[in-house]
């Protein structure tokens, strides 16, 4: 089975940064796409960021210019550098992880507050 540990949520300013790491382990033999959503209380989970294997990356448009995705294909590790937050985007960031035999895993999640 796969696990996925995320950290680096929390408390912060509207204007600061956060930087979420989520790290996968287990039986995983290749990993296709990594990315991470959200959900506010409220609202529908929704993509946030994406980043394929070949390194293609698509935004939301809220977070464009602002977030940034990356990955570490040795470590399979995603990042998420998050800049110039809003209280917008307060919620629960929850990491994804693609197979190769496009199987779907998700972090238990990690909440973000970003107050006005």
């Known amino acids: 089975q796969v696990q996925l540990v995320e950290s680096g949520g929390g408390l912060v300013q509207a204007g600061g940064s956060l930087r979420l790491t989520c790290v996968a382990s287990g039986s995983i033999f290749s990993i296709n796409a990594m990315g991470w959503y959200r959900q506010a209380p409220g609202k529908q989970r929704e993509l946030v960021a994406r980043?394929?294997?070949?390194?293609?990356?698509n935004y939301a448009d809220s977070v464009k210019g602002r977030f940034t995705i990356s990955r570490d294909n040795a470590k399979s590790t995603v990042y998420l550098q998050m800049n110039n937050l809003k209280p917008e985007d307060t919620a629960v960031y929850y990491c994804n992880v693609v197979t190769g035999y496009l199987s779907n895993y998700w972090g238990q999640g990690t909440q973000v507050t970003v107050s006005s």
């Open positions: 980043i394929s294997s070949g390194g293609i990356t």
